[in-house]
């Protein structure tokens, strides 16, 4: 059984920074993307940034200059830097990764983490 395990989250003043991190574990044999996405209240759940195993990285145009994705493949961990953060950051955020086992490829998502950006 595989489980992620995020933290970081919380409360932010407007320009603040927080980080998350968003931990696998359990029968994994390869992780392929690993991401993160978010869910504001009344909308829809988006694409915040991917990382590919070779580190190759995805952003939504809002958050590109002052959020970085990185990941440490020995400790299947998955990192969100979020820095400048503005009100319209404030969503639940969820860790989702991609991975293989057996020749078959499966996701799963992390339990979510409140981030409220507010003074």
């Known amino acids: 059984q595989v489980q992620l395990v995020e933290s970081g989250g919380g409360l932010v003043q407007p320009g603040g920074s927080l980080r998350h991190s968003c931990a696998a574990s359990g029968s994994i044999v390869n992780i392929y993307v690993m991401g993160w996405y978010r869910q504001a209240p009344g909308k829809q759940r988006e694409l915040v940034a991917t990382?590919?195993?070779?580190?190759?990285?995805n952003y939504k145009d809002s958050v590109e200059g002052r959020f970085t994705i990185s990941r440490d493949n020995g400790k299947s961990t998955v990192y969100l830097q979020m820095s400048n953060l503005k009100p319209e950051d404030t969503a639940v955020y969820y860790c989702?990764?991609?991975?293989?086992?057996?020749?078959?490829?499966?996701?799963?998502w992390g339990q979510g983490t409140q981030v409220t950006v507010s003074s």
């Open positions: 990382i590919s195993t070779g580190g190759s990285t």
């Open positions: 989702k990764i991609v991975w293989s086992s057996f020749g078959k490829v499966y996701e799963n």
